[in-house]
């Protein structure tokens, strides 16, 4: 196995998680629980690839899916925080109707049930020098730019608070609401990106293409205990076992579907607390009457 | 609370959602350049308008009818099962491996019995995991049962693509013993659809949960619990083993729905059969208001929805129903709590 060729490949996955799971620490430290980074994913997905088909550039693709993902992600907003509805149920309804606003403009846009035709995106994706994907990059940096905002700025200041004391947070004059607002924009944003570059690299929207990678992101999230960097940390993890079972198809020592599940249950033995405890912002999912 | 302020609370949700429904419904549908009237009669006429239609609706409402009761069982606690997937899933393959265990020979009666058992012990092995990781560690069960999908599909997958499959498919071989009869073989309107006498097991079990939850005792814990665990636990109740209980008769019961497609329909286990019913289970279990004869209903109008996608599929692209869905879970979702204020808003003011 080529070390260099390993890492990039585990780059590559782990991009679209990076994205998703910077979008999800965000909502979820404001207090909104972000079950719906799957949706905003698929539609970021669908998004790009409707905005670079039609124009020809994936940069239009980009903005599109960004849109797309922030849309689902302003109705997210509206019904859990002006309307209160429960942000779990709202944000299963939510995957839904990605899955299914992006199956029937499919059918819509390109006449298919499956699959998107084949857009551009950007160059091939790795090169010795380094990554000609500027998608990439981006996603590299948003941990950081992610981890910067919510402990070195004022509004990230305001999204801790609305996580953990919204009454504090009201008292001293802060709308709790608007923070949230912004936050789940945020998320919606970051997780399109995601998916943007699930297609872009792609060249193609496919029915469900996101596979369940917004609940490893939201894995991520809650494995790197609601911070920017161990959650992106995580995810390089999760995208290492994944690229470590791609690499080793072939060799049947260990099964795909074993390797499938790691995520799934390092977050469960991170919430049991058998390796430390999962403390979840204190007001996450709570609705204030 | 008066009846009367009890049944708009419970009816205006569900309308105002059907209307905000219909209303995106006749968008998608005008996008496509057809008349919303002529296509919700082809709806119509293709689901409740012939028996075939109707047989098929009946079918999807049971596997629907299992998973929302399951849903609704542990949000009576205060639990959120949406691990409804992994555990019918699970029901229904040891429901297939009991079957294709006994031999032919053994008296129908039986052999259903015992599919039927070993598939409510599957789904509640698979609830119980979550209920024992909250009630031990105060692991939250949303997330665990989010989490539990993912590796019991997988582990499933494992076991049915790697060393139970007949050869070029994903399924078991055909089972022989516990085969459950279908209406058609009652009633020959029902000719090619496939419902079948599951429809009678959910019946049964909806019925034994109204009666668990409203006239027994464990029952009452359970809604205690839901309502005011803290009270709950004041009052003598213990909640850990309450929140036990809900979760894994939750499970067990998504697990039996497992019945439905395996020895109902296509006597072998599939991978992927379960594939979106238990989230759906959620959507009929929030638009039932968590009454086991609402669910019924809602599970009869979800059925109805997905059936009359295929009706429509020529002038309108079924998808179109995938849409709807999401629309009337997050307009139930949305309307409940609204509704609620508005009407408590009124009787303040009534009040003073």
Request: charged content about 10%; proline content about 4%.
């Amino acid at each position: 196995m080529n070390p260099l060729s390993f890492l990039a490949q585990m780059i590559r996955i782990a991009i679209p998680y990076l994205f998703a799971a910077s979008g999800g620490v965000v909502a979820e430290r404001s207090g909104i629980v972000s079950l719906t980074l799957e949706g905003f994913m698929l539609g970021g997905a669908f998004g790009a690839v409707v905005g670079t088909n039609y124009s020809g550039n994936p940069w239009v693709g980009v903005l599109t899916g960004m849109l797309v993902g922030l849309a689902f992600a302003l109705i997210h907003a509206v019904c859990t925080i002006r309307y209160r509805a429960d942000q779990v149920v709202v944000g299963v309804a939510i995957n839904l109707l990605a899955i299914g606003v992006t199956r029937f403009f499919l059918k819509l846009f390109f006449a298919s049930s499956s699959n998107s035709p084949r857009v551009a995106g950007f160059g091939g994706n790795i090169k010795l020098g380094g990554f000609d994907n500027p998608l990439l990059w981006l996603g590299l940096v948003v941990p950081m730019a992610v981890a910067y905002l919510i402990y070195r700025t004022p509004f990230g200041l305001r999204v801790r608070a609305a996580g953990e004391h919204p009454d504090a947070a009201e008292s001293v004059g802060v709308s709790v609401k608007r923070v949230r607002y912004v936050a789940v924009a945020i998320s919606g944003i970051l997780a399109g990106l995601g998916g943007v570059y699930l297609a872009l690299d792609q060249h193609q929207f496919t029915d469900q293409m996101t596979a369940g990678r917004g609940f490893i992101a939201i894995s991520a999230v809650i494995f790197g205990r609601w911070d920017p960097i161990r959650a992106a940390l995580a995810c390089l993890l999760f995208a290492a076992a994944e690229t470590f079972q791609i690499q080793l198809q072939g060799n049947h020592a260990i099964a795909s579907q074993f390797i499938e599940m790691i995520p799934y249950v390092l977050v469960i033995i991170a919430l049991a607390g058998l390796v430390g405890r999962a403390v979840p912002p204190a007001a996450l999912g709570k609705v204030e009457d | 609370m008066p009846w009367g302020e009890r049944a708009q609370e419970a009816l205006i949700p569900p309308l105002v959602a059907l209307l905000i429904a219909l209303i995106c419904g006749d968008l998608l549908i005008l996008s496509y350049g057809q008349s919303p009237a002529g296509v919700y009669r082809l709806l119509l006429e293709g689901t409740w308008g012939n028996a075939y239609g109707f047989g098929q609706v009946l079918y999807k409402a049971t596997t629907l009818a299992f998973t929302g009761l399951a849903v609704s069982f542990g949000l009576r606690a205060g639990l959120f099962n949406i691990g409804g997937e992994s555990q019918l899933a699970a029901g229904g393959f040891a429901a297939a491996l009991t079957g294709l265990a006994l031999p032919v020979a053994t008296p129908l009666i039986i052999a259903l019995i015992l599919c039927i058992v070993a598939a409510g012990c599957a789904g509640g092995v698979v609830g119980a995991v979550p209920a024992y990781l909250k009630t031990r560690f105060g692991a939250h069960e949303v997330i665990v049962t989010i989490m539990l999908n993912f590796i019991v599909l997988a582990l499933l997958n494992w076991f049915i693509a790697g060393h139970l499959h007949v050869p070029e498919t994903l399924h078991t071989p055909e089972i022989h013993a516990g085969v459950l009869p279908r209406l058609s073989d009652l009633s020959p309107t029902f000719h090619g659809s496939a419902a079948n006498l599951a429809l009678v097991v959910a019946l049964f079990v909806a019925v034994a949960v109204w009666f668990y939850l409203f006239r027994a005792k464990g029952g009452y814990e359970l809604r205690a619990v839901g309502l005011q665990p803290d009270a709950a636990e004041y009052g003598g109740i213990s909640v850990g083993r309450v929140w036990m209980r809900a979760l894994t008769f939750s499970g067990v019961i998504a697990g039996i729905g497992g019945i439905n497609y395996v020895l109902g329909y296509k006597h072998y286990y599939e991978d992927g059969f379960a594939s979106g019913a238990g989230f759906l289970g959620i959507a009929v279990a929030l638009v039932g208001r968590n009454h086991p004869f609402g669910v019924l209903l809602a599970a009869f109008f979800f059925a109805t929805l997905s059936q009359g996608g295929l009706a429509i599929h020529a002038f309108v692209p079924k998808q179109m129903m995938d849409v709807l869905q999401g629309v009337v879970i997050i307009a139930v979702a949305t309307a409940v709590p609204e509704v609620r204020r508005v009407l408590r808003g009124a009787r303040k003011m009534s009040d003073t």
